[in-house]
């Protein structure tokens, strides 16, 4: 039996503003098993480790806990021989970064892509779906521009894919039985089931493509 901390490798991260900093907190998760097979203890057992539990955990959302966007580090409480080939079973305590957010919470995107029922936005390292019912007023989807428009004073204004757009959390799904039926915009038969962590709105003034109120 042995105790060993091990915080992650350096590598890149998205910088966090202050003001953004109360959507994301650490999360001690207890009882965690890896087993490691004799190639991988061979190469780099904690490097295979950190393999594992990235690949387990990272960008993927934790019930009523939020999203997974880093394992910071994780502890070795218990390491021992599983069976006859020499196969490695580590119990950890692993802690991570979640991100979640709240209803009526500012964000901004990019609009990643859209169809009939909405737009896909990009927060870098997860996407929100804003439906086109909870756009601006009297917004439209036009299918032959395949794109949504806001029609304000006489003028016609374009959410175009790769626009920055401002919008608020509506509705949080931290529940892997939530979906949201999005319609294929080329086969408008194929209705593949995307699941969404946030579903935002855009339905006030000061929402929506940012240069509009910039201008």
Known sequence: FFFLMIRRPPRSTQSRS?????????????????????????LD????????????????????EGLVVDVVKFEINESVVVNGEGDLQYKLTVE????RSYPEELLMGTIKSMNST?????LDF??????GTDLLPDSFYDPGERTWIWPFKGKDFFYDIGETIRFKTKHVNLSSKDVVEET????????????FMIIGRGNQDGLGIVRWWES
Do not use: C
């Open 18 to 42: 202050s003001a953004a900093s109360d959507v994301y907190k650490r999360q001690t998760w207890g009882k965690e098993v890896v087993v490691l097979v004799p190639s991988e203890v061979k």
């Open 45 to 64: 057992n904690l490097g295979a480790i950190w393999t594992k539990l990235h690949s387990r955990y990272l960008f993927k959302i934790l019930d009523e």
């Open 126 to 131: 997860m996407d929100a779906f804003i439906p």
């Open 184 to 195: 294929d915009g080329n086969d408008p038969t194929k209705k593949p089931s995307i699941r």
């Open 96 to 99: 991570l970064l979640l991100f």
């Open 118 to 122: 909405g737009l896909i936005v990009s």
